[in-house]
């Protein structure tokens, strides 16, 4: 592992530990959202149209001579929104996105004047081994975001540390509702995938962590027993929802068929608020008039710039956004890896 590079994914601050971050009754309203709204497709299901598709894109994460199928990817979390666009779109939990206490933690965080809401959404899931390989959230640049540039490029770039500039400042306020007896924390590496990780342990209930997960390698820890990790019969398809005839219970369906039903227990609720934080007026100003956003021939000559500084051999393509050869090459030179030190795996042993 390229250690300077690593080094470039620590977070702007140490992630912050906070109690109780939302009230009884907004922990209330929240759960009283995603019960009576249900059912929740995976969160693979919102990144991958097929199983083809989810396999051709992470098989570069299992070892060389191992064939990926879906079963090695497939872990049962499952996704809803509770804003769009930065738009709360569930009125009865205004209150918990527009949400002063919150824009007061990641301003202090940051040590920043301003912040906005920008986005709400909840994992759902019963128990699950390590739900997902390490990894940090997509960010933006302004001028650069979702909605004009891949997010290969906007990876490579986060990932090249040259883009600081104009890279979004956002922070979130993670919180876990979990009371399982197995595993069920978070997992971070706050000071980068080279070095230690450190493990926020459950059971917890309204614990949360200020953090910039555009910038820290996490991931969660494996929860619940080990026989109800994978349900059989889970398909990218799968939904799940509120179990309507135990109180408290969830339940997992394929095709209308229930495949497990989870007791309220093994439930584990996580919300995810994020926001974007400006230091002052100025950037402010600058981010909202676009005086000073990227441009995709920008970001090109930035890179080009700094492999021929490396004393890489290449020819610039025409055109470097499709150029397999190009993209190849940025991947290989800006790699980092994924973290070089687990915990260890929360045994059955824990639940006495
Ligand atoms: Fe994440």
Redesign the pocket.
């Known amino acids: 592992m390229d250690i300077e590079r690593a080094r470039i994914f620590r977070p702007v601050a140490e992630p912050r530990i906070v109690e109780n971050a939302y009230t009884e009754d907004q922990h209330r309203r929240l759960l009283d959202v995603v019960r009576r709204h249900g059912p929740w497709t995976l969160i693979l299901a919102q990144h991958f149209k097929s199983a083809e598709e989810l396999i051709a894109t992470t098989a570069g994460m299992v070892p060389e001579g191992v064939t990926p199928t879906l079963d090695m990817f497939l872990s049962p979390v499952f996704r809803g929104y509770f804003s769009y666009g930065g738009v709360c779109i569930r009125p009865e939990i205004e209150d918990c996105f527009y949400n002063t206490k919150f824009l007061a933690l990641v301003r202090d965080y940051w040590k920043a004047e301003y912040a906005e809401p920008e986005g709400m959404l909840f994992n759902i899931q019963g128990p699950c081994g390590g739900a997902g390989a390490p990894?940090v959230?997509a960010t933006r640049f302004r001028g650069m975001g979702l909605d004009n540039t891949p997010i290969w490029l906007m990876n490579t770039m986060a990932k090249s540390g040259l883009f600081k500039r104009w890279q979004a400042r956002k922070a979130q306020v993670v919180t876990w509702y979990y009371r399982g007896s197995v595993g069920g924390g978070f997992v971070y590496w706050p000071e980068g995938p080279h070095a230690q990780p450190r493990v926020l342990e459950a059971p917890m209930w309204g614990r949360a962590a200020v953090v910039e997960?555009e910038m820290m390698f996490?991931t969660a820890q494996t929860n619940g027993p080990a026989a109800m990790r994978k349900p059989a019969g889970l398909a990218l398809n799968s939904v799940m929802e509120a179990d309507p005839e135990v109180p408290g219970a969830w339940r997992i369906s394929t095709d209308g068929t229930v495949i497990q039903q989870i007791p309220e227990q093994e439930f584990r609720f996580l919300v995810h608020w994020g926001a974007n934080v400006y230091m002052d007026l100025e950037e402010l100003k600058v981010t909202r008039d676009h005086t000073d956003d990227l441009t995709h021939e920008m970001a090109f000559d930035i890179l080009i710039s700094d492999l021929r500084a490396r004393g890489e051999q290449f020819e610039v393509p025409t055109d470097p956004m499709t150029d397999k050869s190009f993209i190849g090459l940025l991947t290989r030179v800006y790699d980092v890896g994924i973290p070089l030190h687990f915990p260890p795996e929360p045994g059955e042993a824990q639940a006495a």
Do not use: M
């Open positions: 990894h959230d997960n996490h």
